[in-house]
């Protein structure tokens, strides 16, 4: 009983014959992603030591790198490209504005707390 | 495909059971619910580690000084190297994953069996190689000194490796000259009645001063990050100083209490999401193992159809979507 797959990864650029197929391509790519990013852990290349927007470029490479396998992971291992729209969007973007939200609000208190120990006369470390 | 759902004769009917809303079954609908929940959950624990983590951003330990260790590979220090393996078994596990619920919409009871073993054999080396992590990081590397302000203050000194100056870090085994102490550890069964102490640490502070004394290349790395992004050297003066006015407590290896790599909010962190992973990871090879005997024994082969497999291996490809972010947080970053 096949059901049916969409046997195409990155809008329709790599085509696949067969849905086994398909899951050994997002295999490759999922683990040449990670290759990058462990490469990139490793050396730590200088240049890419300096502060862009706030954040080091390093982070920034690691952290879209991570998103993108997330998205390979839930698109085609958990088949959300055959899935209806809605529960597609039900599901995803749910989940990213509530954790956007999340992250958004912790980090910002962290950051404050950071800089009362750091600016101001208040000390936890005597 | 609907087989799971019993007929109750009323399908005309909208109440009448059996309704596929959204074209995706009960059971993969509820596992989806299950599944948006369950990342909440995660990404609060990781939101947390950030709040943390920028709360003492000049001071948070360097990932890669952390996890340097590989089975079998003693005394090299190899950072990233176990970490990405494990990574790469359990993307590997999740595609012999897809490659059960592939098969299964195919109906070939063989490759279903044979995937979903593949599946949780790769689980159970991952579970493996977390437990391993963590016996390493629990037993620790070099040790080091805590202050009386809950900072850590490590060892080590400067050598040519190359002609290039390097910092080297040096175990408080090495650097202790041992003196007899008179300090015995607090039973229960003397003194206060029905309380304990914890096991004394292998060095007493003054120990590691008369060492520290005693060898003139001995410098203390700090906890704070420089310029550099790396962890401070003091000089000479600057660290037995600080080492005799602040130093209070030998610490080796990580616990809830305290962390040799730097401050042990970073050891409560590692412990509590890796180990709520692992918890997931667990109970995934636990889901995998009994689905698996259904394989083997055709229950789905006489239900017409291997949701199931599908249903289960949502999960697990969940448990991998959340190593990913794991992986980025706790090593990468």
Not at chain 2, 149 to 164: M, S
Not at chain 2, 264 to 292: E, K, M, Y
Not at chain 2, 300 to 321: A, I, P, Q, T
Request: charged share 20%; proline share 2%.
């Amino acid at each position: 009983m096949a059901q049916e797959h969409k046997l195409a990864i990155f809008r329709g650029r790599w085509k696949f014959k067969s849905n086994t197929q398909k899951i050994w391509g997002v295999l490759a790519f999922l683990t040449f992603v990670t290759a990058i990013e462990v490469i990139l852990g490793i050396y730590k290349p200088a240049f890419l030591n300096e502060p862009i927007f706030g954040m080091k470029g390093l982070n920034w490479i690691f952290i879209i790198l991570t998103i993108v396998k997330a998205y390979y992971i839930t698109w085609d291992f958990m088949h959300m490209r055959d899935e209806t729209s809605f529960l597609r969007r039900a599901v995803v973007w749910t989940a990213v504005f509530l954790i956007c939200y999340l992250v958004f609000i912790l980090l910002q208190e962290g950051g404050y707390v950071f800089n009362v120990y750091d600016e101001t006369f208040i000390k936890r470390d005597f | 495909m609907d087989s799971t759902a019993v007929s109750t004769g009323t399908d005309e009917k909208t109440w009448g059971g059996g309704n596929k809303p959204l074209k995706a079954s009960y059971g993969k609908m509820m596992m989806w619910f299950f599944i948006v929940s369950d990342a909440l959950t995660f990404s609060g624990f990781l939101a947390a580690y950030g709040f943390s983590r920028f709360k003492f951003i000049d001071e948070w330990p360097i990932a890669d000084e952390v996890f340097t260790h590989v089975p079998f590979l003693h005394g090299q220090e190899l950072p990233m190297i176990y970490v990405a393996f494990m990574t790469f078994i359990l993307i590997m596990s999740s595609v012999t994953m897809v490659l059960a619920v592939d098969a299964g919409h195919h109906m070939n009871k063989q490759k279903v069996t044979l995937y979903m073993f593949l599946t949780i054999i790769g689980g159970v080396i991952f579970v493996g190689s977390q437990a391993w992590e963590w016996a390493t990081f629990i037993n620790g590397d070099y040790g080091a000194v805590q202050t009386k302000g809950g900072n850590i203050l490590q060892f080590g000194e400067y050598v040519n490796e190359n002609g290039e100056q390097k910092f080297k870090r040096i175990s408080i085994e090495d650097i202790a000259l041992s003196e007899t102490t008179t300090r015995t550890q607090h039973q229960r069964s003397n003194g206060l009645w029905y309380v304990d102490e914890a096991p004394l640490p292998p060095f007493t502070i003054n120990e590691i001063i008369k060492g520290v004394e005693s060898n003139s290349k001995i410098l203390v790395r700090t906890q704070t990050i420089n310029d550099e992004g790396e962890k401070t050297i003091l000089s000479r003066d600057a660290s037995l100083a600080k080492l005799k006015s602040e130093g209070k407590l030998v610490v080796k290896g990580a616990n809830l209490k305290v962390n040799e790599y730097g401050t042990s909010l970073f050891a409560d962190f590692f412990f509590f999401i890796t180990g709520f992973h692992g918890f997931h990871v667990f109970s995934g090879v636990v889901i995998n193992i009994i689905i698996f005997f259904n394989v083997v024994l055709g229950t789905y082969e006489r239900r017409g159809s291997y949701e199931m497999v599908e249903k289960v291996g949502l999960y697990w490809h969940f448990v991998d979507l959340v190593w990913v972010f794991v992986f980025t947080f706790f090593y990468l970053v």
